[in-house]
């Protein structure tokens, strides 16, 4: 029995999943792989799997799973559980909880244009609503089983979220863009550690990399030589100091990655040739930038 997301009853009390919990502890927000709970209204208790561990050290991904002492606490919100039961005519109004639709998922962009940056959840919104594995819908009755919908992925960390996941697969095509076409992770994914053959159009391109801090600046680095148009170089992005000012836990993580070796880099968008000599990560608009990389211990 597995979580996709999980509350956190430390540091930051929102519904995250568990990559998040991950580089939370390394960037030192969060501490304790106990400190999970159902939602925020159901004190189920989980544990973050491999809560402390690398991405190099992984076994196994992060995960949530019933914690050490769950078989002491009653779970009776059903939130883990997959809509099986088959449903009545309908034609009666009832309290019934949403649940993603895993053979099916809503990946909100263009490839050509990425993510968006997400909007920071005003307070006056229905806070039931912060779990993207479940909501409900409140009408009289309560009998109904769970109701699918489609699953919805607006982020990079979310789409990560499903690439590492260990119980989904990555050679079906279940992901739907904005434009209606359908692909598969692999067929989103490239790894640019092992294939040094970089296609010419938009993907998570991923890898090992390292950061050079310059005064105003940093240069990210992937670790190996790739060749795209007969142009060999190891690709590599600039990001301005003064664009991470308003996001401080990502400013620390890039301060606190420039001084070890190497790391996991992400990032969603195609790379391109410059000047003839050089591999860059391309960045059409600087707004976005941020919301289509991901950097991670």
């Not at 209204?41 to 949530?64: D, G, M, Q, R, V």
């Not at 919104?125 to 479940?134: A, F, K, L, M, R």
């Not at 990079?156 to 499903?162: E, G």
Request: glycine share 4%.
């Amino acid at each position: 029995m597995s979580f996709e997301t999980a509350y956190s009853t430390e540091g930051i009390f929102e519904n995250i999943n568990a990559l998040e919990a991950n580089q939370h502890f390394f960037d030192g927000i969060l501490t304790d792989p106990y400190a999970f709970q159902c939602s925020e209204n159901c004190s189920y208790p989980l544990t973050c799997k491999s809560f402390k561990k690398k991405s190099t050290e992984w076994k196994k991904a992060p995960h949530f799973c019933p914690g050490k002492n769950h078989s002491n606490s009653v779970h009776t919100c059903g939130k883990e559980q997959e809509d099986t039961s088959p449903h009545t005519d309908g034609q009666q109004n009832q309290e019934h909880s949403v649940e993603k639709n895993k053979d099916r998922i809503s990946l909100n962009i263009f490839l050509s244009t990425g993510f968006d940056v997400l909007k920071i959840k005003s307070e006056k919104q229905d806070d039931h609503t912060e779990d993207p594995s479940i909501r409900t819908i409140r009408t009289p009755n309560t009998h109904l089983p769970p109701k699918k919908e489609n699953a919805q992925v607006n982020s990079l960390i979310r789409l990560l979220h499903y690439y590492y996941s260990e119980s989904f697969p990555n050679n079906q095509y279940l992901f739907k863009t904005l434009d209606n076409k359908r692909y598969c992770l692999n067929d989103l994914f490239f790894d640019l550690d092992t294939s040094p053959e970089i296609p010419d159009v938009n993907k998570v391109f991923f890898g090992t990399a390292r950061i050079i801090e310059k005064p105003t600046y940093y240069v990210v680095r992937m670790k190996e030589f790739c060749t795209l148009r007969n142009i060999r170089s190891k690709p590599s992005i600039l990001i301005g100091k003064k664009l991470l000012t308003d996001n401080i836990t990502l400013s620390n993580r890039f301060n606190r990655l420039s001084k070890i070796s190497e790391f996991k880099f992400f990032y969603f968008g195609k790379i391109i040739v410059r000047r003839n000599e050089y591999l860059n990560f391309e960045c059409k608009s600087e707004s976005k930038l941020l919301a289509n990389l991901y950097l991670k211990d």
